[in-house]
């Protein structure tokens, strides 16, 4: 007998190309979060609202949080 | 100044006037309701914006008066006094030949300004977007609640205030081209063909109501301003509700006249019942933009865990249709998913409290007006608002790309019910796993009586298990082939692809099945 596909309903190619599209789409947002961050520095330097430029939590931290 | 400047200056002011006239006009009317309806408390807050709002308007007079030596008339500083005592008069004269760029396309004198100034008109700019942005989410909302005529006008009033957004949206991308920023080039490009599109659908509900024709906007707008080439201009459109190349008949003007007093009454009306001025009004339309945003952003990761969630509930409503279960192994299954589950829980709990506070921090940018912040210097406050902006382009982008992600994890949409296609996907293969389990039932009898050992059963019951995950994929897929419930033709695919992999699966498992029990009835 050929070794057969999984039936996982994850591993179905619907539910792959689903997951695939968020995947890539919460990269985009990740990568927007990074962007903002950056922008909060600034933010923070130019109006001395030092609070405003300093996550509460590190990077990495949060389950969906974006890399350093 | 030289004299070139000095005109642009005075074009630039008598934009300014215009606006800054528009907003003590409306604090004008706010003090009269508040007048009207005996709310002291609130007529004492609304006489201290007027004041401050008549410091900043004949400032600007006294700026245009010096520039271009006409003599436009400052308005009086005892105004709030004169509309609290009972009086209505409080029309403002109109100053200057306004700028419109739907003449002249975009405005022909940002070409001799310097950076530093093209960057200060930028900024101004975006505070006059602002404004005119919040006119038209109210006016929007107005006439989603309006019916007839009265709809009609105010589409007319949100047709004019999508058109100034366009104008300025047009005159901003031109400056940002000549200063070559090339990532707000990129983004006002998107907003302005955005702008266009609500524009051209606003046209369309227009023609739709009054059956008459209005020019759409050009939408190579944005191609044409890159290129250096003038755009084609919008037309104006009147309270006539025609384009204005046909005059209406006198019956259909006293028509129009008369709802658009009774749609003014009914505003004044409104007003008069609500305590807050027009300051309360505007941020409180702003603070609903940003909670509406940053619900979504939460909704978002919440609907992606739920997603995560659903397929392993999914998994584990598979453990109740076995043939040849046992008690441990359903119970392992079940242990299995239950810890997944829990784990996903934990992880979004703590993705919502860090992204909630990160939401925080992002919106009190949006939040924080920087004409009214305290700043060391006036660059400071140019500074903060250029940031401001890129913020506020950045969440939108990012509201964007929610409104994508949770069109992803919802399935499609939430039904009537308030059940997400997600249930709805559990319970189709749920459904088919119990049809193709009733229907063997016979077979798994055969293989119980069968003169073979637990292990071969077991093997047996094993491929007959992932028959019947197999069924209940196949019956997900064609139940979203038929629903049509796929984003794209990729998607699409897939779902077909699924349909023929499990067709051929359940086909060869039953051709196995029987290929072992011929064997094993054969050895007997």
């Known amino acids: 007998m050929a070794k057969k596909k999984s039936t996982d309903i994850a591993q179905t190619e619907a539910i792959k190309t689903r997951a695939g599209m968020a995947e890539k789409l919460e990269k985009e947002r990740l990568e927007l979060k990074k962007e903002m961050e950056k922008l909060m520095k600034k933010y923070a330097k130019a109006t001395g609202i030092r609070k405003l430029g300093k996550r509460q939590h590190k990077v990495g931290k949060a389950p969906n949080d974006f890399k350093a | 100044m030289s004299k ?19 907003l003590l006009i409306e604090i004008c009317d706010d003090l009269a309701s508040c007048r009207d309806n005996g709310d002291k408390k609130g007529a004492k807050e609304v006489a201290k ?62 070409s001799i300004l310097n950076e530093k100034e093209l960057k200060k008109y930028l900024s101004r700019s975006d505070r006059a977007l602002e404004n005119v942005r ?46 070559a920023d090339k990532k707000r080039v990129k983004a006002l490009k998107k907003t302005l063909t955005n702008e266009i599109k609500a524009y051209n659908a606003l046209v369309n509900e227009y023609e739709v109501l009054t059956r008459s024709h209005l020019t759409r906007a050009s939408e ?52 008069k019942h609500s305590k807050k001025g ?41 453990s109740y249709y076995r043939f040849g279960k046992n008690v441990f192994d359903m119970k392992a299954v079940k242990k299995e998913a239950n810890k997944k589950i829990k784990a996903a829980q934990k992880a979004h709990k703590l993705a919502l409290k860090y992204e909630e506070k990160d939401n925080e921090r992002y919106y009190a940018v949006i939040t924080n007006d920087p004409v009214t912040m305290k700043a ?35 399935g499609s949409e939430v039904t009537a019910d308030g059940v997400s296609i997600n249930q709805k996907w559990r ?20 293989i119980f009586r069968l ?62 099945i029987k290929w072992i029990v011929k064997k094993i009835k054969k050895r007997a």
């Open chain 2, 4 to 22: 070139v400047k000095q005109k642009t200056r005075v074009e630039l002011l008598v934009e300014s006037i215009a606006v800054e006239k528009q």
């Open chain 2, 376 to 410: 060391k210097k006036r660059a400071d406050r140019v500074k903060i608002a250029s940031i401001r902006t890129e913020m506020m382009t950045l969440l939108n982008k990012r509201d964007e790309l929610n409104s994508k992600l949770l069109s992803i994890y919802n």
């Open chain 2, 278 to 318: 027009k300051k309360a009004v505007k941020k409180t339309a702003l603070e609903e933009k940003v909670a509406e945003q940053a619900n979504k952003d939460l909704s978002v990761i919440t609907k992606g865990y739920d997603f995560k969630i659903s397929l392993i509930e999914s998994q584990k409503d598979m």
């Open chain 2, 451 to 512: 003169p073979a050992s637990s292990a071969e059963k077991q093997r047996l019951y094993g491929i007959l298990n992932t028959s019947i995950e197999a069924s209940s994929n196949l019956a997900l897929a064609q139940y979203r082939l038929k629903t049509k419930e796929f984003k794209t033709r990729q998607e699409k695919r897939a779902l077909k692809k699924d349909v023929k992999t499990n067709k051929k699966l359940i086909a060869q498992n039953s051709k196995d």
């Open chain 2, 134 to 179: 919040t006119r038209l989410e109210t006016t929007a909302k107005q006439k989603s609640e309006a019916t007839g005529y009265t709809k009609v006008l105010y589409i007319i009033n949100c047709l004019t205030y999508q058109r100034y957004i366009i104008e300025r949206i047009a005159e901003n991308l031109h400056v940002c081209n000549k200063l």
């Open chain 2, 49 to 110: 914006d007027l004041k401050n709002q008549i410091k900043i308007y004949n400032k600007l007079i006294a700026e245009y008066n010096k520039l271009s030596g006409e003599k436009a008339p400052a308005v009086s500083n005892n105004l709030p006094e004169e509309i609290l005592a009972g009086s209505n008069n409080y029309s403002i004269a109109h100053v200057g030949q306004p700028v419109s760029s739907t003449v002249s396309a975009y405005n022909a004198n940002i």
């Open chain 2, 220 to 271: 190579s707008i944005p191609e044409d301003i890159l290129a250096g080439k003038p755009y084609a201009p919008i037309p104006a459109i009147s309270y006539t509700a025609n384009d204005g190349t046909a005059r209406n008949s006198d019956a259909d003007v006293a028509a129009v006249a008369a709802a658009a007093a009774a749609a003014v009454e009914g505003l004044n009306a409104k007003k």
């Open chain 2, 427 to 446: 319970q189709t293969r749920s459904d088919a796993a119990e049809k193709f389990v009733n229907k063997n039932q016979s077979l798994a009898k055969k």
